[in-house]
């Protein structure tokens, strides 16, 4: 069984410019989440993707954009990029959507470290 | 490999000692929890969850207590090691797809 694997591991931008990440999910999971993680503090839910639809959206502007492919992986897009947007991207996938009081592990990937100049 | 939270909350625990990290949660809806544990360089790893409708749950080494009273998690480690040390975090599922993670806690294993 594969966990979730994303890509790129690091990468530098500049002010203005657009970033696609990537996210392979883990096998059997149909949902993927991605969350920013700033220096210090914990994750912050962006949104989550199921069956290639956005199902829940945090407090992120619209630059903030996302797609899920059939095969249940994702991208998050970043475009007009800003200083603060240097952080650890996340991609967590878990199996199906939250059931009501049960329970949902989110797996996540390693990260995708953005640094924004 | 990089830092996950310079500025963090520190537990140092001896090496062999039992180790209890604390949590606040906001929201009293919240119906499921999960601790994560980071290490440098590496996504957060599941550790244990619990339902809302419990107040202990155990697993391998490791104890999760909910006070849904006073909205408040705690994570026992028992008999610590080296490779504990890590960032832990605790996260309240509000909704049915969003995750609210705590600020986090610094866990140092001493020798």
């Known amino acids: 069984e594969t966990g979730v694997t994303q890509s790129p591991t690091h990468l530098i931008k500049t002010r203005g410019q657009q970033v696609t990440l990537r996210c392979s999910s883990q096998?059997?999971?149909?949902?993927v989440s991605w969350y920013q993680q700033a220096l210090g503090q914990g994750p912050q839910f962006i949104f989550q993707?199921?069956?290639?639809?956005?199902?829940g959206r945090g407090n992120f502007p619209p630059r903030f954009s996302g797609l899920q492919f059939p095969n249940y992986s994702s991208e998050l897009n970043v475009n007009a990029l800003e200083l603060d947007d240097s952080a650890l991207y996340l991609c967590?996938?878990?199996?199906?959507?939250?059931?009501?009081?049960?329970?949902?592990?989110?797996?996540f990937g390693a990260g995708s470290r953005l640094t924004v100049l | 490999g990089e830092s996950v939270g310079l500025h963090l909350p520190t537990l140092s625990v001896q090496e062999g000692d039992n180790s209890i990290i604390n949590c606040a949660y906001s929201?009293?809806?919240?119906?499921?929890f999960i601790w994560y544990k980071q290490e440098s360089g590496k996504g957060p790893q599941f550790i244990i969850d619990?339902?809302?409708?419990?107040d202990k749950r155990q697993g391998q080494r490791v104890t999760v207590l909910l006070n849904k009273t006073v909205k408040h998690l705690s994570l026992q480690i028992a008999a610590t090691q080296p490779g504990d040390s890590a960032v832990y975090f605790c996260?309240?599922?509000?909704?049915?797809?969003?995750?609210?993670f705590g600020t986090g806690t610094r866990l140092k294993v001493l020798a």
């Open positions: 967590a996938s878990s199996e199906g959507l939250a059931p009501q009081g049960g329970a949902n592990v989110l797996t």
């Open positions: 096998s059997g999971h149909n949902t």
């Open positions: 993707y199921y069956r290639e639809e956005e199902n």
């Open positions: 929201n009293s809806a919240s119906d499921y």
């Open positions: 619990i339902r809302s409708n419990m």
């Open positions: 996260a309240e599922r509000v909704g049915t797809y969003k995750y609210i």
